[in-house]
């Protein structure tokens, strides 16, 4: 694995003000920003700012649900139950273990922190939620599927995050929610040019600061020591929970971002909202009926909607299979963990046989691995490998690589 040098390369491009300051010419509460931005004294004598890493009373016996994550989060793992006190010591225990904690803000911490002044506002429906993990711990590219604006709390420790707008999803080889892009293989100069090309914000987020991440944007995350966050994600309007009810997709990602009006919660195309959700919920005569038609509509309405967007097809070179042997014998590593040719120059024609007999093989030998893809969202059933396109089936062969690495590791 290749890691980020220091905190010192990191792009530190996104840009740090003081809330007083700058919310005090904002007219929309709660305020809501195109780009990433960071607060410097958002939460500024917040009894919360005062915990601390280790040995802190107000801490050590919370209940967590701790994870130990896998690369990539290709396998689901256990949750364990432990107390804070009890995780320090399995951090001191197992260093090397990624031991990684996501849950709602225990009743104990809720107390020690409320809506800053600025972001007050009657019948306010957000939710709190803490981060912990320890240092080395590295969150894959993905953006959040509940469409929601974020903003996190630093409250010990230092994370490095890389954010990328929602416009540039093409590029980053989207798989559900998640790139398939191993952002964490990068040598440092193509992880600079990688951040260049998709103008890529970047920063180290320190103790009482406060980054605001749009909905939907992309982000990557790397624990640069023991750190905990404190996440306050704002409320929803009624449509963006509907479109966190559909199957995840970088097309509904944008669509989203487009067809809603931020000031007034409102939609901005009737006509296409509703062409959109009646497409996913018209009774079908199969599941792939349904798969088929609702694909189309996305695909139809991200032309029409998500303008700003990229269209067209945008293949990384890491699918060239000519290329990976090259990088083989080098001895370097592609973008992708495992990336696998998609077969010939254009990503849209139809499986070809060699990737079927590769997926099948593939299945063979770990006949315990489920085939997820966008498919199992409306039926629980899979897709026919003969449906998939090329660049799916390239996708789904990387897929079940890292599966199969996991799984016998």
């Not at 509940?146 to 890389?162: A, E, I, P, S």
């Amino acid at each position: 694995m290749v890691e980020f040098e220091t905190a010192d390369d990191c792009l530190e491009n996104i840009p740090r003000v003081r809330a007083q300051d700058y919310l005090a010419n904002q007219s929309l509460l709660p305020p809501i920003f195109a780009e990433p931005i960071i607060f410097t004294d958002l939460f500024s004598r917040q009894p919360i700012l005062k915990l601390s890493e280790y040995q802190d009373s107000m801490l050590s016996s919370i209940s967590l649900g701790v994870i130990k994550i896998a690369e990539n989060f290709t396998r689901k793992s256990k949750t364990l139950k432990c107390t804070y006190r009890e995780y320090l010591e399995s951090v001191r225990l197992n260093p090397d273990f990624c031991l990684w904690c996501e849950q709602p803000l225990p009743n104990e911490l809720c107390k020690l922190i409320s809506m800053p002044g600025p972001l007050e506002q009657p019948d306010y429906n957000a939710s709190w939620y803490m981060f912990l993990s320890n240092a080395k711990t590295q969150l894959s590219l993905h953006f959040d599927i509940d469409f929601r604006h974020n903003l996190m709390l630093q409250l010990f420790g230092t994370k490095r995050y890389v954010l990328i707008s929602p416009r540039y999803s093409k590029r980053l080889i989207p798989y559900f929610n998640f790139s398939l892009l191993a952002l964490k293989n990068f040598e440092k100069a193509e992880k600079r040019e990688f951040l260049k090309y998709n103008k890529a914000f970047e920063c180290v987020l320190h103790p009482a600061e406060t980054l605001f991440i749009p909905k939907s944007w992309w982000h990557y995350i790397e624990y640069l020591d023991l750190s905990m966050s404190v996440s306050l994600r704002y409320a929803r309007t009624p449509f963006d929970k509907g479109f966190a009810l559909l199957p995840r997709s970088y097309l509904l990602q944008n669509i989203a971002n487009d067809i809603i009006e931020e000031r007034s919660g409102s939609v901005l195309f009737p006509s296409q909202f509703k062409e959109l959700f009646d497409s996913y919920y018209r009774e079908s005569a199969n599941p792939l009926e349904l798969y088929k038609r609702f694909y189309d509509t996305k695909k139809k309405l991200y032309r029409e909607i998500s303008t700003a967007s990229l269209q067209g097809t945008y293949v990384n070179d890491a699918f060239n299979l000519e290329l990976r042997r090259i990088r083989s014998r080098k001895g370097q590593m592609g973008p992708l963990s495992q990336p696998i040719a998609y077969e010939g120059s254009n990503p849209d024609k139809p499986i070809s046989n060699r990737q079927m007999k590769l997926i099948a093989q593939l299945a063979r030998r770990n006949p315990s691995i489920c085939l997820d893809t966008e498919f199992c969202a409306y039926s629980g059933q899979r897709k026919k490998l003969e449906d998939f396109t090329r660049l799916e089936a390239a996708q789904v062969v990387d897929l079940l690589l890292n599966l199969s690495s996991h799984h016998h590791h």
